[in-house]
């Protein structure tokens, strides 16, 4: 059975930090892309961070330099620090195939086949 899981979501203070995990299982995810989204109550889900087949990164600009995604073997990593506020939200592992030549990835949720259930990650004093 293909299957993402996230975990390691949480409360905590703001410039505090988080280390999320995606574990992918029934696959592997030398071929795909790892998105990374998030989506606050009342807002629309967007898109975080990415690692293409090819660990190209890219990150939305609200978390440039406080984000960084990671993979190792089968299981893709979101550290977050200085976290504020405003980074509340359930957090999302996806994965898309990737053909060999394509080296970067996307915050399009419709180039993602598989979806983890959500962590949900909570900034607050």
């Known amino acids: 059975q293909v299957q993402l899981v996230e975990s390691g979501g949480g409360l905590v203070q703001p410039g505090g930090s988080l280390r999320l995990s995606c574990a992918a299982s029934?696959?592997?995810?030398?071929?795909?892309?790892i998105g990374w989204f998030r989506q606050a109550p009342g807002k629309e889900r967007e898109g975080v961070s990415c690692?293409?087949?090819?660990?190209r990164r890219d990150y939305v600009d609200s978390v440039k330099g406080r984000f960084t995604i990671s993979r190792d073997k089968n299981t893709v990593y979101l550290q977050m620090n200085s976290l504020k506020p405003e980074d509340t939200a359930v957090y999302y592992c996806?994965?898309?195939?990737?053909?060999?030549?394509?080296?970067?990835?996307?915050?399009?949720?419709?180039?993602?086949?598989?979806w983890g259930q959500g962590t949900q990650v909570t900034v607050s004093s």
């Open positions: 690692i293409s087949r090819r660990d």
């Open positions: 029934g696959f592997t995810l030398d071929n795909y892309a």
């Open positions: 996806a994965a898309g195939a990737q053909p060999p030549f394509q080296r970067l990835c996307s915050f399009r949720p419709g180039e993602y086949e598989y």
